[in-house]
């Protein structure tokens, strides 16, 4: 007794396939890909229903018109990936063009077997400096902090990502021995954290709730439970959670 | 025609002579280019027996945790891992990179060409037992402390790098390592011969344009395998390096690995990316390149056609190898490459659609219709079609770096290659051991056999929807977001030891992956029937004639056939046109052969 008919039910399948999109890049993302699957959906259809009109015809003599046959095809397959790689050129310079405006919300992520550490800067928005040789997760400090650092004494760090929502992140993600991939699937969001390297990447997140982040990058015996939970919540929950943080952490 | 040469009497016959002939006398049968392409292939079947079952393994892990291995007990963590290490090495390097370009290569390139043999046998003969020794160091990892690597086929360095990393990254890791080193110097050489022996023995009248797809397909793919091999066992050696003589390649200052401090060093693990994938990609065609030359000349045959626009074929194959080497970046989208250079990426990637698709194209002209012939060969060669614009499309999806920001690492990308790769690379595998079982089976003085036609079919259909029904659905989990090289699916604990967001997203796939193992069961099951087939057809196959698929191209010439009617010292063999040349008028003998058929070579 649904009101969606019989067809377009079938039509609807693949979308609820993706996860619930919480980011305001996500739905620009979304569009694109599902664009791009029903196109070549219809391509791949197209070319079975050729090949099997092909086979079940009867004989005929071979075709000769490379015009019809072959350019032809080749000059619109041509015009349609053109127009679908400038599209996504379009949506991936937005992302990663340009770095996160200044106002956004500085977050670090650090990868490392198997655990996402998340620390924000504190009110001097400045990350204390890490030492490989500090780091001592038995004795709270798996970042390896350095406590004569004064950037360092305000930072705070969790095993939760808590983000605000509709405001601009800017991550700088780093690892700490192996390559591990950040992945938020419901942020559409993924970037490989490399030892060695730090990397930005900006993003707006929109919809509260409670998402997975996952490793997306073997790393290593515990990369399937290498995970960790973001909640997205309204703007003063957040201001309020990282001044109780704050505030645990002091002594 | 004339049977000597009466200008020059004393020059050698370059098809006739191999170019090194003193040491390959002390061994003839070892030297043997056919001997040395059905060991090759014999190798391959091993490799391609034992990764299927592991993947078994890993799939009936995935839905039924609980379940213990026979002899071995519970499947943990760091045994999924090895089993997908060893799983994608084995499949990659040992069956889909030896057995179309050394193995069908040694045993049909020659008589392709009009040649007598490969132009170094000692060499050839060396390449084949360093495999071997390859594939035995790769398994034998298995049984070291620690077990087999786990660090996947691509082995990213840090993991790879430091032994503390985790189980296998000790010996097993070293063993690998030894064991792609041997198998990168046997590839090169390898295909070093295969180059020479196109280049150098080519038979009177076998023009470039002349030479069968297959034989472009082996050409492109051996230049690309000298370029990329040669890249990776720099890659390896620098690894090694890395492990043991205290270099930092790939390894930048500061890294802590389980406690394990380093303290210099400059290195960035992305170079290691780099490298593995400007090897990589290129990979992938090696493995393809071939498949793709003996889907046109299968298709243009069993439909008594031309390959349509057959010049195009020629050119898209080697373009399809140029851009192969120019977009190995598509691989590090997110793996922290410059936006930019993720854009130039995309652009050489999706420009490769357009060779593929125009060779898609001349296929589906080929047989447009043209009612063919549906023996097994003809119908693995369909499906290799099938598969390949299937697997082939989602190939511009991963190309857009915005689109691969989701998708990549999820079991989309494992839908996609293994379609196209897998799939029809094992598909253009089948096609060939059907189509050219007469001339594996014939030896002198002994007529080939032919595999049993009904068998076949039921082995194409059960194999074709078991494909399907097994990589389809992939592309759903993948889109669902479950993620590659995980051991666990439900119950994955949070940080808190809670079922977590992301133990919620992966049971989601849960239904749709106990699917994929029932499907992936029963293809594999159906492999059995190629199996009894083959061992049946061995002994009992019924006697083929000289040319039984009345095919254009030399490897079924009465002189150059392992079970030559002709002498083969009397019949120079000369090639007068284009393969796959066929009369219009709708009889069954219309089809033209290269050579010029005399009456004392006319089969039987
Ligand atoms: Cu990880
Ligand atoms: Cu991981």
Not at chain 1, 84 to 110: C, M
Not at chain 2, 343 to 353: D, H, L, P
């Amino acid at each position: 007794m649904s009101p969606i008919p019989q067809q377009a039910a079938i039509l609807y399948t693949i979308p609820s396939w993706l996860p619930t999109d919480a980011s305001a890049h996500g739905p620009a993302l979304d569009h694109h890909l599902l664009l791009n699957l029903w196109l070549f959906l219809a391509l791949a259809t197209l070319a079975h229903l050729i090949l099997l009109i092909g086979l079940i015809a009867s004989r005929t003599v071979e075709p000769r018109n490379l015009w019809r046959v072959e350019y032809l095809p080749l000059a619109i397959l041509t015009i349609l990936f053109a127009t679908l790689t400038i599209k996504a050129e379009r949506l991936w310079a937005a992302a990663r063009y340009t770095g996160a405006s200044p106002a956004a919300l500085q977050v670090e992520v650090t990868g490392m077997q198997f655990a996402w550490y998340f620390r924000y800067p504190g009110p001097d928005a400045i990350f204390g400096i890490t030492r490989p040789q500090l780091v001592a997760p038995g004795e709270g400090n798996p970042l390896g902090i350095d406590p004569t650092d004064p950037h360092s004494a305000d930072d705070t760090v969790t095993s939760e990502l808590v983000l605000p929502s509709n405001r601009e992140i800017d991550l700088r993600l780093r690892a700490q021995d192996v390559i591990h991939g950040f992945s938020i699937p419901e942020l559409r969001l993924k970037q490989n954290a490399v030892p060695g390297q730090t990397i930005h990447i900006h993003f707006t997140p929109t919809t509260p709730g409670t998402y997975a982040i996952l490793c997306t990058q073997l790393c290593g015996l515990g990369h399937y439970r290498m995970n960790a939970t973001l909640r997205i919540v309204p703007p003063d929950e957040f201001a309020t959670w990282l001044a109780e943080k704050q505030k645990a952490a002091k002594p | 025609m004339n049977p000597s040469n009466p200008t020059n009497p004393q020059k050698p016959n370059p098809a006739t002579s191999p170019l090194l002939p003193v040491p390959y006398s002390l061994f003839p049968r070892l030297t043997d280019h056919r001997t040395i392409g059905l060991q090759y292939l014999a190798l391959a079947l091993i490799s391609v027996t034992i990764g299927t079952l592991l993947s078994l393994l890993m799939r009936i892990h995935l839905v039924w945790p609980a379940w213990s291995l026979p002899l071995h007990g519970p499947i943990l963590p760091e045994d999924y891992l090895a089993l997908v290490t060893i799983h994608g090495t084995i499949m990659l390097f040992f069956v889909l990179t030896t057995a179309p370009q050394a193995g069908f290569g040694n045993l049909i390139l020659p008589a392709q060409i009009g040649a007598r043999s490969m132009a170094f046998p000692l060499l050839n003969a060396a390449s084949f037992w360093l495999t071997a020794l390859a594939l035995i160091i790769l398994l034998s990892s298995t049984f070291v402390p620690g077990g087999s690597a786990i660090s996947g086929w691509t082995a990213y360095p840090p993991l790879s790098a430091v032994a503390s990393a985790g189980p296998g990254q000790a010996l097993g890791m070293d063993l690998w390592l030894a064991s792609i080193a041997l198998f990168a110097i046997a590839s090169t050489a390898s295909s070093i011969n295969t180059l020479t022996t196109i280049i150098k023995n080519r038979c009177e009248g076998m023009t470039w344009d002349r030479l069968p797809l297959t034989v472009w397909g082996w050409f492109t793919a051996a230049i690309l395998s000298i370029i990329a091999f040669s890249v990776l066992l720099a890659a390896l050696l620098m690894l090694f390096c890395d492990r043991h003589a205290g270099t930092s390649f790939f390894l930048p200052a500061g890294n802590l690995v389980n406690g394990v401090l380093r303290t210099k060093g400059n290195g960035t693990p992305l170079l290691w990316l780099h490298l593995f994938w400007f090897f990589g990609h290129p990979e992938v065609y090696i493995a393809i390149l071939p498949g793709m030359g003996l889907t046109s000349m299968l298709l243009a045959n069993f439909s008594r056609r031309r390959v349509f626009a057959y010049r195009t074929m020629i050119i898209t194959t080697l373009m399809i190898g140029f851009l192969g080497i120019l977009l190995w970046g598509h691989h590090m989208f997110v793996a922290g490459l410059n936006p930019f250079a993720s854009s130039a990426f995309s652009v050489t990637t999706i420009a490769i659609a357009l060779p593929a698709s125009a060779k898609v194209l001349s296929w589906l002209a080929t047989v447009w219709r043209s009612k063919p012939q549906y023996t097994s060969a003809m119908l693995f060669s369909l499906g290799f079609v099938s598969l390949f614009i299937t697997g082939g499309l989602t190939g511009p999806i991963l190309a857009q770096p915005i689109l691969d920001e989701y998708l990549h690492n999820t079991l989309f990308v494992v839908a996609h290659f293994h379609l196209i790769m897998a799939m029809a690379g094992i598909f253009a595998l089948f096609a060939a051991t059907y189509y050219w079982f007469p001339l594996i089976t014939a030896r002198s003085g002994k007529p080939g056999r032919l595999m049993s036609e009904p068998l076949g079919r039921l082995h194409f259909w059960l194999t074709f929807l078991g494909a399907y029904a097994t990589f389809l659905p992939m592309h759903l989990t993948g889109l669902a977001g479950e993620p590659r090289h995980y051991s666990q699916l439900t119950g994955v604990p949070g940080p808190a030891g809670l079922l977590s967001p992301a133990g919620h997203l992966l049971a989601a796939t849960l239904p749709l992956n106990r699917h994929i193992t029932y499907a992936a069961i029963f293809l594999a099951t159906a492999q059995i029937l190629f199996f009894v087939n083959l061992i049946r057809s061995f002994r009992h196959g019924t006697f083929a004639s000289q040319n039984p698929w009345q095919a254009t191209t030399l490897e079924w010439h009465p002189v150059l056939h392992p079970n030559a009617p002709v002498e083969a010292s009397e019949t120079k063999v000369v090639v007068h046109r284009q393969p796959c040349e066929y009369l219009s008028a709708p009889a069954t003998d219309s089809f033209l052969p290269q050579w010029i058929e005399t009456a004392d070579t006319k089969p039987e």
